[in-house]
C-alpha cells in the first residue's frame, strides 16, 4: 500500500500504521480521513478520546497508592498526579464533548476540530472512567442506545469500512467498557438489554459453531464477523473473560413480560 504513495508521504504512512496498530483499533475508520481508504490514516494527528480518559485513571491511580503509602515524599507525588488528572479532565470535557450533539469525539490536536463526522464506541470511555458530567453521561448513553445498541450488542463504529473495527463489528472489550459505563450514568435498563444481546450472540456462535471468538457480527447475529487484513480468531481471553463477567452479574431490574410470561413471574437466566 505505501508504495502506491509519493515516497515522501511513506513515512508519515508508517507512522500513523504503526500508531494505529498501537491503540489496538487496527484498523478502523476511526483514524482515516478518508474512511475507505487505508493510506488517509491520520491517527498521530488525533487527541483520542478513550486513550485520555485511560491517562486520567492512570493519574488517579497514582495519586491513590501515594495517598495511602505514606512514605516521605508521596503527599508531593498524590498531589502533583491528583492535579493532573484533574486538568486532563477539564480539557477533554472542553476539547472532545460536543454540547449540541451530547458526544465525545477525538480530536484534531493542531485545530482543536473534533471528528464528528466519525463516532465511535469510544465516546463510552469518559463513562466508564467516570470523567463526564451527570448530564454529559445521560447524553451519551442516549446516543449510544439510538445509534449504535443492534440486536447483538453495541457495534463499534456507524461505518461499515470493511476494517475489522468498524461496523458492523462489537469487540467483547468495547462492550465491556460500554456496558459499564452506561450503568455507572444510572442506565441499567440500557446496560442490561445490551449485556442479554451479547450473551445471547455469544451462545448462540457457541452453539453453532463450537467456540468462542474475538469479535462478533452485533448487526446481523447469523453472520460470523470479519474484515481486516486477516480472518477471525477463536478464542479467546476477552472474549471469554467479558462473558462470564457478565453472565455472573444480576440483574438491574426483571426483564419486561413477553408473551410467554405473562400471567406468571418472568424466569431469569444468565
Known sequence: MAQTLPAANREAFYRNVRASAESGWDFSSRWMRDPKDLRTLETTELIPVDLNSLLYHAERTIAALRTVRGRAGDAEVAERFSRAAEQRRQALLNLAYEPIEGFFYDVRWRSGERVTDRPTLAAAAPLYFGLATPEQGRRVAARLEHEFLKPGGFVTTLIASGQQWDAPNGWPPLEWLTIEGVRRYGRGDLADAARDRWLALNLRTYRSAGKMTEKYDVVD?????????????????????????????????????????????????N
Open 221 to 269: 447475529v447469523n453472520r460470523r464477523a470479519g474484515g481486516g487484513e486477516y480472518p477471525t480468531q477463536d478464542g479467546f481471553g476477552w472474549s471469554n473473560g467479558v462473558a462470564l463477567a457478565l453472565a455472573a452479574q444480576p440483574r438491574t431490574r426483571p426483564p419486561a413480560p413477553t408473551r410467554s410470561t405473562r400471567g406468571r413471574a418472568p424466569v431469569l437466566q
